[in-house]
């Protein structure tokens, strides 16, 4: 309802609302407390909790990555947080971190020497000018010339011995001595045996026995040498894969012995292989068996020659301007001339061979 005020009245007050109170309070009576109720029930009512969705296995949380351990080692300046910032870490992007080597040696006085643990189970030393030295853990020997592309290899039990070189291939299994050379005119094979020595060529029909009455046709095999990495594949079948071989090769490696003499040569005894190397790269290796046998190897990363020996041969191979290929088993001789080709076998006082042509020759 509006009151009008007398027209004195209108300059100081203006129009009043006068509300009818029946009329407030019925209006207040019909939804009052319904109207109450709903705002108590909105100022109280608990917010409930935030869910989150589940993290797919597919794209895992930050928090999810458990580092391990060495790990810790890394620059502090480099922390988690912004290691996982730059890094995706939904897959094919997922952050890999290659395991630690087993087992690390680091030679005092040569940096650029080391030691490491290799499955399944041997000892690897690493040395100057790119030689590099395996020994199992049961004492089989690979004596790897990187630069030069040579590489030595003799069995745990000494009877197996392979020769990698770029004038030819050498194998060894018992008695038996295997020598491929191959070259612009023809592959060459022979081998040495305790009947004597038969030896051919790939542009030969015949295969040649050379013994004490003299050179005569007869039948034999040979091994392809260059099928496959022969040394390699030595050693490592050579490896023991039975027992607790890394073990072993670790507590060979805490035990092994390192000196440098006057002469600037650095020496290591790792169980019974004795190594050394000197100034200008040679290196030396001898192990010797429990029957008093020694083995000998010898590489050099300067010229390329490489040397084997023994009681039961002796071998040496180069480069340069005297490539050569010798190898000498008591009485039995066999000699490649890596610049004129020349492929000749000796014994019992009797020679041949294949001349530079490739042609049988008879001396």
Not at 94 to 120: F, K, W
Not at 246 to 269: E, F, H, M, P
Not at 282 to 288: H, S, Y
Request: charged letters at 20%; one cysteine or more; hydrophobic letters at 35%.
């Amino acid at each position: 309802t509006i009151t009008m005020v007398p027209d004195e009245e209108k300059e100081n007050r203006g129009p009043v609302v006068v509300k009818d109170a029946k009329a407030s309070s019925s209006l207040a009576d019909i939804g009052s407390n319904e109207a109450l109720t709903k705002v108590r029930k909105k100022t109280t009512a608990r917010v409930p909790p935030l869910t989150l969705p589940t993290s797919s296995p597919l794209s895992p949380a930050a928090e999810e990555f458990h580092l391990p351990p060495f790990v810790s080692s890394v620059p502090t300046s480099n922390t988690l947080a912004s290691m996982m910032s730059t890094l995706s870490l939904t897959p094919p992007f997922s952050p890999h971190i290659p395991p630690p080597p087993l087992y690390q040696n680091h030679q005092p006085h040569s940096h650029s020497v080391t030691a490491v643990v290799e499955q399944p189970g041997f000892i690897s030393l690493r040395m100057r000018h790119g030689v590099v030295l395996d020994i199992s853990a049961n004492m089989a020997i690979r004596l790897k010339n990187m630069f030069k592309d040579s590489s030595i290899s003799l069995s745990s039990c000494t009877t197996q011995m392979a020769l990698v070189h770029p004038k030819g291939r050498m194998l060894q299994y018992g008695p038996r001595v295997e020598v491929q050379c191959e070259d612009n005119v023809s592959v060459k094979n022979a081998k040495i045996y305790p009947r004597g020595i038969s030896f051919t060529a790939n542009n030969m029909a015949l295969v040649y026995l050379l013994d004490e009455a003299g050179a005569r046709s007869t039948s034999d095999m040979f091994h392809d040498l260059y099928a496959t990495q022969i040394a390699d594949t030595l050693f490592m079948e050579s490896c023991q894969r039975e027992g607790q071989a890394v073990t072993t090769s670790i507590q060979q490696l805490d035990k092994a012995r390192y000196w440098r003499t006057q002469g600037n040569v650095d020496c290591w005894v790792i169980g019974p292989v004795f190594i050394q190397q000197t100034e200008d790269g040679l290196v030396i290796v001898e192990r010797e068996t429990q029957q008093g046998d020694k083995f000998i190897l010898k590489t050099s990363p300067s010229n390329g020659k490489v040397k084997v020996d023994s009681w039961f041969l002796q071998m040496t191979a180069s480069l340069g301007m005297e490539s050569h290929l010798f190898l000498r088993s008591k009485d039995r001789r066999l000699h490649y001339s890596g610049e004129t080709k020349v492929f000749t076998v000796r014994n019992a006082g009797h020679s041949a061979g294949f001349d530079e042509e490739g042609s049988l020759r008879i001396f």
